[in-house]
């Protein structure tokens, strides 16, 4: 498979996996409660994500550094709302 079509099914499973996140941010963001979530499992999960953008940046893969990029960030506002709205 040429690298266009490696890239092109990354890109696909980039797409499906950081737009499965999105209903759970806007829930979040909505009720403005992050409670359904652990602080470990915000920690542990951006940790790996900030792991999988350092990867796709050393071996200059856009489809990794995009999808997790933007999935940390969304991670990263569920933090932010977990934090802040703590009881």
């Known amino acids: 498979m040429a ?3 490696i890239e092109a099914v990354g890109f696909l499973a980039a ?3 950081t737009a499965s996140f999105l209903p759970q941010v ?3 963001w909505r ?3 992050a409670d359904d979530f652990s602080m470990l499992w915000i920690a542990l999960f951006g940790a790996g994500l900030s792991c ?3 990867y ?3 071996i200059g893969s856009p489809a990794i550094v995009i999808a997790n990029g933007l999935t940390l960030a969304l991670v990263l ?3 932010w709302i977990k934090t802040t709205s703590a009881k």
Do not use: E, H, P
């Open 52 to 54: 999988w953008l350092g």
């Open 31 to 33: 009720t403005g409660s």
């Open 15 to 17: 797409t499906l996996t």
């Open 56 to 58: 796709g940046l050393l």
């Open 3 to 5: 690298d266009v079509g």
């Open 77 to 79: 506002s569920i933090g």
């Open 26 to 28: 806007a829930k979040t």
